[in-house]
């Protein structure tokens, strides 16, 4: 029930916010249009459209809310979480074309220039735009971060980085009026270049997210320090944090627990970290695997330490874990996290060669594992 509250506050904050952001910049589009055209500035007319790119964004961003909510199905078990990002993608698009297409109409303008006619009250609105701008920017910003808004965050951002671009508008007017030197097309280009920046930086952003990312270190810090404050827990390994969605994240991992452990105590561990993790983070962990650890007797902690020695003389051996030791059968087996550019295959038989070396009586399996965070 907490959890449902939660998620309509969320949605509430994320359209509330989004129709101050339409109104907020409509209402700029149209002054600054105005003021463009009256004034022949195609600076002016660019900030305009700007703004009118916005104001679509954050209707783009409340039908993708809307959307994101839809009940799971058989279709799509894991709901439709991830429809937020793709209207991220849309809204990037949208700034890139809109920056494309100023750069596009500026360009012309140097090649055939108009000069400006600036007012005096033109300048005043304009000035009193940049300072809306930046509210509206920092509002947006801290909403979005607030309730994890991938869309509202952008949107934010997106609207800072028009204050400063409006502000160059106005500075390129002044100097016009006090020099004569009309330098409006050329800002134009400059805010056509801001704006292209902003939406591929936005739109790398949520290709990272939908491609999937390396976990986030505070989160995967705090999830495995609440497993590992568990009672029995030896360690906890290989987190996998899998994004459906702001809101909805799923998890595995590997959790190293007392050889003398029974399936009962295991059934109980895993049931009280799952509603723990979920409780202190609301990610749901899915899946605990389960590593053995030698308790039985000395010669097997011995054994492993002088293997975690050999692994660590290795700069591209970022971590053993998952050690375990059969003694009376000759077996071992451990985990490995090798280092991003180094070559697994090569380490693995490097490791496995010294293990061998080592113990020769010994049947030795080594597993690779990538750096999760």
């Known amino acids: 029930m907490a959890k449902n509250c939660n998620e309509e506050n969320r949605n509430k904050v994320i359209v509330k916010t989004s129709v101050v952001g339409i109104v907020t910049n409509v209402i700029l589009a149209s002054v600054k249009a105005v003021i463009g055209l009256m004034a022949n500035s195609i600076a002016v007319v660019l900030d305009a459209v700007n703004n009118l790119s916005d104001a679509l964004s954050s209707i783009i961003t409340i039908v993708g809310n809307k959307l994101s909510r839809k009940l799971p199905n058989e279709k799509h078990p894991l709901g439709y979480g991830r429809i937020e990002y793709l209207t991220a993608m849309v809204i990037a698009s949208i700034v890139i074309y809109a920056g494309i297409t100023s750069c596009v109409e500026s360009v012309k303008k140097i090649i055939h220039p108009e000069e400006a006619d600036y007012s005096t009250v033109s300048l005043v609105i304009i000035a009193i735009a940049v300072v809306v701008k ?27 980085f028009d204050a400063i ?9 002044l100097i016009f ?23 591929f930086e936005m739109l790398k952003d949520t290709v990272s997210d939908l491609l999937g990312k390396k976990n986030d270190n505070e989160l995967t810090k705090q999830i495995k320090s ?22 909805k994240k799923l998890a595995s991992v590997h959790v190293e627990l007392p050889d003398s452990m029974t399936v009962a105590d295991l059934d109980s561990l895993t049931r009280k970290l799952e509603k723990k993790v979920y409780r202190e983070t609301g990610v749901i962990l899915t899946a605990i695997g389960v590593y053995s650890y030698n308790t039985q007797n000395d010669e097997s902690a011995k054994i492993r330490d002088t293997i975690l020695d050999k692994v660590k003389s290795h700069d591209w051996a970022l971590q053993m874990h998952g050690f375990y030791v059969d003694i009376e059968a000759k077996e071992m087996r451990f985990d490995v996290v090798i280092k991003f550019g180094a070559n697994a295959q090569e380490a693995l038989e490097t490791i496995k060669s010294e293990a061998a070396e080592l113990y020769p009586d010994f ?11």
Do not use: W
């Not at 671009?165 to 390129?172: F, G, I, Q």
């Not at 009026?177 to 939406?199: C, D, N, P, Q, R």
């Not at 609440?226 to 809101?247: F, K, M, Q, T, W």
């Not at 049947?363 to 965070?373: A, E, K, N, R, W």
């Open 226 to 247: 609440l497993i590992r404050s568990e009672e029995g827990v030896h360690g906890a390994y290989d987190l996998v944090i899998n994004d459906y969605g702001p809101e």
């Open 363 to 373: 049947t030795i399996q080594v597993s690779p594992d990538i750096d999760l965070g």
């Open 134 to 160: 930046v509210v509206l920017g920092r509002y947006v910003k801290s909403q979005g971060e607030r309730v994890n808004s991938g869309s509202l965050i952008a949107s934010g951002s997106d609207a800072l």
């Open 165 to 173: 671009l409006s502000l160059s508008v106005l500075a390129s007017a």
């Open 177 to 199: 009026i006090f020099t004569g030197l009309s330098l409006e097309a050329y800002v134009g280009v400059l805010i056509s270049i801001f704006i292209i920046k902003a939406g």
